[in-house]
């Protein structure tokens, strides 16, 4: 399955950061959210993206939007990762795959790598972007213009 620009998003359920079980259908529907993947916490361009993110937090939060970042990491790995970086959003712990499996993200650098992709989703829970490529730094320059795009 692959998610394309108008597809409803999926519901999910995962745990976070803190061990506790995250129901997608709580925030998608009722706000903008931006869900990134990204391959493994404490590798040099993902610490890069996530902080990107953290560092834009409050305009993404302004905008009424909400981020979540989501790895086939552990939930203590996403602790530390969180705390380490001073993350202030929700990091998914997807090891199982099951969650990168709804969203169609494929893996990267022949099939090695988990692979890194943006998606943007409305209010009413539509997809409105999805981006892929490699390049740690471009992620949330993207995602936050289609947030203030969405108005």
């Known amino acids: 399955m692959k998610l394309s620009i108008g597809d409803i998003v999926p519901n999910f359920k995962a745990k976070n950061q803190h061990g506790d079980e995250f129901n ?10 931006v869900i990134f993947f990204y391959p493994k916490d404490f590798t040099p361009g ?3 993206e ?20 989501i790895s086939g990491d552990s939930e203590k790995s996403h602790q530390r990762f969180s705390k380490k970086h001073q ?18 993200v494929k893996k990267s650098l022949l ?3 988990p692979g890194r992709e943006t998606f943007v989703i409305d209010r009413n829970g539509m997809l409105q972007m999805r981006f892929n ?7 949330m320059k993207k ?8 108005g």
């Open 24 to 33: 997608s259908a709580d925030i998608i529907g009722s706000k903008p959210v």
């Open 87 to 104: 993350l202030p959003y929700t990091l998914l712990s997807d090891s199982s795959g099951k969650v990168r499996k709804k969203f169609g």
């Open 46 to 48: 993902c610490t890069k």
């Open 143 to 150: 995602a936050l213009q289609k947030i203030k795009d969405l």
């Open 50 to 69: 996530a902080c990107n993110f953290r560092d834009a937090y409050e305009d993404f939060q302004d905008l009424g939007a909400e981020v979540i970042g």
């Open 133 to 139: 490529n490699l390049d740690a730094t471009r992620h």
């Open 111 to 113: 099939g090695l790598i």
